[in-house]
């Protein structure tokens, strides 16, 4: 049930998005003439990796120097329409393919990228795959949304976030992800995706 919820609304959400895909691209082009989409390598269910797709947000070669590391509050990288793009969670609008092919679900554990090290505390040495937890949230195929994007800041300790993963996990059901998807669609409207406080 929940994989043919996730085929028929992202579909919906493909038809319905294009103008908005449109006016992105337009934004993103005029500002500073770079690429419009940017692939990542995420890790999927089970450990396997896959290639979302997002419209850039930050400038191009954002990460040559840095590596893969989490955006941070003022982060330099973001260019002026990415704040707009990540504030409402646009630029993650055309992940409803990787959605629609299978790779993700519309709620679940956010899909996280290989080799990613931790924002806080010690960047250069805590790797994602070193917190305890890690491994349990493979289980299942990382989503669009879910419980640590929408009741914790987006510089939450990771420590934590798995946290949350794993109560969604152990009690997910389709009533559940009807509400995560509501309070997604609320927080997207008020554009609090990037607030280090309270979304909801």
Known sequence: MKRLFDIFLSSIGLIGSFPLWLL???AIRLEDRGPVFYKQERVGKNGKIFKAIKF???IPDAE???GPVQAVENDPRITKVGKI???TAMDELPQLWNIFKGDMSFVGPRALRPKEKEVHGNPDRTKIEDIPSYKERLAVRPGLTGMAQVYLSSDALRS???TYDLFYIKNQSFLLDLK???LSFWITFR???ESRQRKI
């Open 24 to 26: 992105f691209s337009l």
């Open 64 to 66: 040559r120097n840095m």
């Open 191 to 193: 554009g609090k995706w």
């Open 180 to 182: 995560l998807i509501f």
């Open 85 to 87: 793009l990540r504030a």
């Open 56 to 58: 850039r947000s930050m």
């Open 160 to 162: 934590k976030k798995f």
